[in-house]
């Protein structure tokens, strides 16, 4: 097993009511949502000795898993479609990553659940805001930091001792993978959210959330592409797993990155982390009113 | 004088009362999961099926190639096998104590001071959860084809240095447990740093040496000395020439690695519970 | 016979505090500063002062969870930082912030699980758990987890988990914090019968006033970390009753203070603003008054908490020698 989950932190207090006067207005949903993500931002900002620690973490999880993938590579030069030194930009891009789509559960999932716990989310679904776009929004906050802290600073490292591949090409072709990629990652963490809303939800319907959760990571981690580049499965597999959600967290992001995905190919990645999103947003809505009934039936 | 031997050192005295302690504390927490059945399955076969994932990357590794590093299938797997074996061992044993940090900050430490017994003892026996033991049951699982794929020649001396892996891994696993708890009482919330020691360090020891780059590999012999956990052993075990150029009787030499990293963890949790007891918090 | 005798003792703390973006700076503070006092075997003491004083590092240095910097300490005849463990079976600890009790287990788990790491035996075990659930009316909640309690409750269990072994010395750090009245009455009269009873030395940190009413006769008061009071609880509550507090809460925040004869704002924040007004005299004219003049939302009448009245005793920098009760009393 990889990394374990990052250090959980005692839920936030989280402060509705400054915002709620925000929704009144017009054109104050979208100020309600962006005050919440650099709310949430913010908050994980604060824990500044745990960002160092994870850093250092997911560096050393960069080098060593770095060494498995240039041993493989150097046998096997042009596996998978990757040469050497895109592998290598695989590792260290997917372990930036690792953090922003919470390939490990956590984020906001820790929060919901602590709040399904303690009975505070039958209080949540009474406020005048869509819980879903809420907890997206304290989670894209949460994703942005992580980006910006954890996600970087691996990565710079990771380019100091490994020859790692930039986008390349015309200065167009340049600015459009940059744009596509940043794009693409922002689906990325949003399809990861949404998946891990679902599974947060169930824990409704079970008493214990956590096998709900090692299943989803265990997925999660597998078909995302985070472990290895999935055209390394077995073809059928490989195929199959391309199409699925989890491809939208981490291989669809980094093949844009890596330009093995241009034109049409970028467009119908994004596209497809596109349609996912929208699927399990649908998902969510749904399941969201089954529990909102389900609590006004029984009281929580 | 022979009076004098006859009664035993105090150490002797205080490590008894510190593991009963740690028995009573963990049996009543294992007696509590159990309770649970249902639940107490699902989290073992989850946790087994976790660490399951890392030979999986393995195994789709050599879909593609008949060795890595120069070593095939069944000696990556001893070494993913050994590895993830001590590294659970160690997890089920002290394995709560990653979540020190946390402890510091709501104060419960100051409940645990209070009771008549060590606080290194209680505090690896607090939640004591037998559903770590899924990735020992695992690894012991890939250990074990391992094996059968291998043919080893056992001979005494073998099955000794087998035996001596298993129990020293486990001590240098745990003893990165206690220092990786102890540094949480200076820095509380820096809980992930033992983590690249731990799984980070069981990771890295699932692939062979020759994997990695020669300082990386030096630093796992003389720094942290983790090499010693299943490389080092592998090598005589498995009969493999030495890529990392060390004394060869480095290979018989876990248990002084094993009671250098005890040694260490014991005098950091020292430092640790010291500034504690000296700063409250 | 004292059984807990401190004598000059010290605990200094190095705080590092942020100055500017990046620079700290690294200052001491003396959290307790020369402190001496003696407790005799069988005394039930109250502890008090106002937060930050000095009471909790105190608690921490007698059961030996904190060393102190300077000084000498002795409870039961041990020194508590060097002989920790042994002394842990001869003193009860209670903290009100926290448990000690195991929080995913059934209450009966954490007694269980005491019995066998202080090695009560059987019979006196049984008789004082007995004891306990009967007179904490615990019967009912020995099969619940600790973390399914109510604070009253759990501060029942806890307090009884602390009385399992005998112990001759039993701290109370904020028993009845957050505790509604039926449970701190029944707290409040289980304390005075084990003291009675058992002789067990009680020394124990509250904010109420009431605590220390009930159960103690002497109480001792500690500020900036010595004790600057000790005695019994009369004067003391003659100074309490010097000052109440409305909180009044607008329906919109006003910029100025309310201004009412007979009382004065001492703190706004948004449309809530706190008034003192002496507390001898009735609360309903100058409610009538502002009612008159602003729309209200809510009020409530605080009663002089512990530390406004330590605060109001020795404030205004007097010096030491002024620090007497007397003094102050005389100068209402």
């Known amino acids: 097993m990889a990394q374990s989950l990052a250090p959980a932190h005692p839920p936030d207090p989280t402060p509705f009511r400054t915002f709620r006067t925000l929704s009144g207005r017009p054109g104050g949903s979208l100020r309600l949502y962006a005050a919440v993500a650099r709310g949430s931002f913010r908050r994980y900002a604060g824990y500044r000795a745990a960002t160092w620690a994870g850093v250092f973490t997911n560096t050393v999880f960069g080098f060593f898993i770095a060494y498995t993938y240039q041993a493989l590579w150097q046998i096997r030069p042009h596996l998978g479609g990757y040469d050497l030194s895109a592998a290598l930009t695989y590792v260290w891009l997917g372990q930036a990553l690792l953090m922003p789509i919470a390939a490990m559960g956590g984020g906001v999932q820790d929060d919901i659940e602590a709040r399904i716990i303690n009975g505070d989310i039958a209080v949540d679904l009474y406020r005048p805001v869509d819980q879903q776009l809420w907890w997206l929004s304290a989670d894209l906050g949460r994703a942005g930091y992580h980006l910006l802290s954890r996600g970087i600073v691996p990565l710079l490292v990771g380019g100091l001792f490994f020859h790692l591949r930039m986008p390349a090409g015309s200065p167009a072709a340049q600015a459009l993978t940059w744009a596509g990629a940043t794009v693409s990652v922002a689906l990325a963490v949003t399809v990861s959210f949404l998946l891990r809303y679902l599974a947060a939800l169930t824990g409704f319907w079970l008493m214990d959330p956590r096998g709900v959760r090692q299943v989803t990571v265990v997925l999660g981690m597998f078909f995302s592409g985070f472990l290895l580049p999935l055209s390394l499965l077995p073809s059928t597999l490989a195929a199959v797993a391309q199409q699925l959600p989890w491809a939208a967290m981490v291989q669809i992001p980094l093949d844009v990155f890596l330009q093995r995905r241009t034109g049409a190919a970028l467009a119908q990645g994004l596209l497809l982390q596109l349609g996912w999103a929208g699927l399990l947003l649908g998902a969510g809505q749904l399941l969201q009113r089954a529990v909102v009934r389900k609590v006004v039936v029984q009281g929580g | 004088m022979a009076e004098s031997l006859s009664v035993p050192p105090p150490w002797y005295g205080r490590t008894r009362e510190a593991l009963r302690a740690y028995r009573l504390v963990a049996g009543m927490w294992l007696r509590a999961s159990l309770a649970y059945r249902t639940s107490f399955w699902i989290t073992t076969v989850g946790n087994a099926v976790t660490s399951l994932l890392d030979f999986v990357v393995i195994a789709v590794m050599f879909q593609h190639t008949t060795t890595l590093g120069g070593w095939t299938l069944p000696q990556v797997a001893f070494l993913y096998g050994t590895s993830g074996l001590t590294l659970g061992l160690a997890d089920l044993l002290v394995g709560s104590l990653d979540q020190l940090g946390q402890r510091v900050r709501d104060g419960s430490v100051d409940t645990v001071l209070v009771r008549p017994a060590a606080a290194l003892a209680q505090l690896s026996a607090d939640r004591f959860a037998l559903r770590r033991a899924g990735r020992v049951v695992q690894n012991l699982l890939v250990l074990g084809w391992s094996l059968w794929e291998l043919q080893l020649d056992w001979t005494g001396p073998k099955l000794l240095v087998m035996a001596v892996l298993v129990v020293c891994g486990t001590v240098i696993f745990g003893s990165a447990f206690v220092a990786g708890a102890a540094f949480q009482f200076f820095a509380t919330d820096a809980a992930e740093v033992q983590n690249s020691v731990t799984y980070g360090g069981a990771t890295m020891l699932q692939y062979p040496p020759s994997v990695f780059a020669r300082d990386l590999v030096r630093g796992a012999v003389y720094g942290i000395p983790l090499a010693f956990v299943n490389w080092l052993p592998a090598l005589y075990l498995l009969g493999l020439p030495d890529p990392i150029g060390v004394p060869g009787w480095f290979r018989f030499a876990s248990p002084l690695a094993a009671l250098l990293c005890a040694a260490a963890a014991g005098l950091a949790w020292r430092a640790g519970i010291r500034s504690y007891r000296s700063t409250g918090s | 016979m004292a059984i807990i005798e401190v004598e000059d003792v010290a605990r200094t703390f190095t705080v590092r505090r942020k100055v500017g973006r990046l620079k700290r700076e690294r200052s001491e503070v003396r959290a307790v500063d020369g402190l001496s006092f003696e407790v005799a075997a069988g005394e039930m003491v109250g502890y008090i002062g106002p937060n930050g004083a000095g009471k909790s590092t105190t608690i921490k240095m007698l059961t030996g969870i904190l060393v102190p910097s300077e000084g000498r300490l002795r409870v039961a005849g041990a020194d508590p930082s060097r002989e920790r463990v042994r002394l842990a079976r001869r003193i009860g600890v209670v903290f009100g912030q926290r448990t000690t009790l195991w929080w995913d287990l059934p209450l009966r788990d954490s007694y269980e699980l005491a019995r066998r790491i202080y090695r009560i035996e059987d019979a006196r075990y049984r008789r004082n758990l007995d004891r306990c659930i009967d007179l904490l009316e615990l019967g009912p909640l020995l099969d619940v987890p600790v973390r399914q309690l109510s604070l009253g409750q759990r501060m029942r269990g806890d307090i009884a988990a602390a009385l399992l072994h005998d112990p001759e010395v039993l701290y109370l750090d904020e028993p009845t914090i957050g505790?509604?009245?039926?449970?701190?009455?029944?707290?409040?009269?289980?304390?005075?019968?084990?003291?009675?009873?058992?002789?067990?030395?009680?020394?124990?940190?509250?904010?109420?006033?009431?605590?220390?009413?009930?159960?103690?006769?002497?109480?001792?008061?500690?500020?900036?970390?010595?004790?600057?009071?000790?005695?019994?609880?009369?004067?003391?509550?003659?100074?309490?009753?010097?000052?109440?507090?409305?909180?009044?809460?607008?329906?919109?925040?006003?910029?100025?203070p309310i201004s009412i004869p007979g009382a004065r704002v001492v703190r706004m924040e948004g449309p809530r603003q706190w008034l003192a007004f002496p507390a001898t005299d009735s609360a309903a004219p100058l409610v009538a008054a502002i009612a008159a003049r602003y729309p209200l939302v809510d009020l409530s009448v605080k009663e002089p908490a512990i530390e406004d009245v330590i605060a109001r005793m020795y404030g205004g920098g007097t010096t030491e020698g002024e620090r007497s009760l007397e003094g102050s009393v005389a100068g209402a």
């Open chain 3, 179 to 256: 505790l509604d009245v039926v449970s701190k009455n029944r707290v409040r009269e289980f304390l005075a019968e084990i003291n009675a009873e058992s002789g067990t030395t009680v020394l124990l940190t509250t904010h109420d006033l009431t605590d220390i009413e009930r159960l103690c006769s002497r109480v001792m008061v500690i500020d900036h970390g010595r004790v600057v009071y000790d005695g019994g609880l009369e004067g003391l509550h003659n100074v309490g009753g010097s000052e109440r507090t409305l909180v009044v809460d607008l329906a919109a925040p006003e910029p100025d």
